[in-house]
């Protein structure tokens, strides 16, 4: 089983609103990762967890808040977001992170669309 | 990080080979060179990756130039389902290495 999950698949929320992005995965990844991809642009890394350790923050803003509850779950808590944050979420995990080992690939989710009120 | 520079879009009829450059000529000994795809409304998936020598697997070849400072991805025979945007990717062999640092890609189109 090479399956991330993402729920919800669509979210629309409001500028006050506070709502919670999932991902689930359950091969014993130890590495995981969230990407934002807005329309017709590449997917852009924001945080990478390892070993359930917060690794990278790419200067995201504190409106979008991780968390690693345990080795199988990612969450991307979402408050007082703007319009301008509608895009694709993007959540990844995989086995290590060194990039020339085949275990290390990235196994994606099909996403979460968000769109902001 | 090294960058790559891939064609903004290509076309290929349906069940023939398709080649897809990238240029990398800043890339670095210790690179390996990934190709990931996304098809519509899908995430990326993981096509090949290699460091000096041609790969194969089920999905694709991956062809290296010796110097490194090119690559093509060889689908050998395309599908319709192999319309995707195909991501030309440098990695650091190194431990810690996470990122994946998408360049704009390459939109595959096939033609029916």
């Known amino acids: 089983d090479t399956e991330v999950t993402q729920t919800p698949k669509h979210l629309v929320m409001g500028m006050t609103n506070k709502k919670s992005l999932k991902c689930e995965q359950h091969m014993g990844h130890r590495a995981m990762y969230w990407y934002k991809q807005k329309a017709k642009k590449p997917p852009e890394l924001m945080f990478v967890y390892s070993y359930e350790k917060l690794s990278i923050n790419e200067s995201v803003p504190s409106r979008f808040s991780p968390e690693c509850p345990n080795s199988s779950l990612l969450n991307l808590h979402l408050h007082a977001l703007q319009p301008e944050d509608s895009a694709l979420y993007l959540c990844?995990?995989?086995?290590?992170?060194?990039?020339?080992?085949?275990?290390?690939?990235?196994?994606f989710g099909a996403g979460t669309r968000l769109s902001v009120l | 990080d090294a960058k790559t520079t891939q064609p903004n879009s290509m076309e290929s009829n349906e069940e023939e080979p398709v080649h897809l450059p990238c240029n990398h000529s800043?890339?670095?000994?210790?690179?390996?060179i990934h190709w990931y795809r996304q098809l519509p409304s899908q995430g990326p998936e993981y096509v090949i990756h290699g460091l000096t020598s041609n790969v194969n697997n089920r999905m694709a070849s991956l062809a290296i130039a010796e110097d490194r400072k090119s690559s093509t991805l060889i689908l050998h025979r395309a599908t319709l389902r192999d319309a995707a945007v195909y991501y030309c990717i440098l990695r650091d062999a190194g431990a810690g290495s996470y990122q994946l640092t998408f360049g704009k890609g390459t939109k595959l189109s096939v033609i029916p």
């Open positions: 990844a995990s995989s086995q290590g992170t060194s990039g020339g080992r085949a275990k290390n690939i990235q196994y």
């Open positions: 800043t890339i670095s000994g210790t690179d390996y």
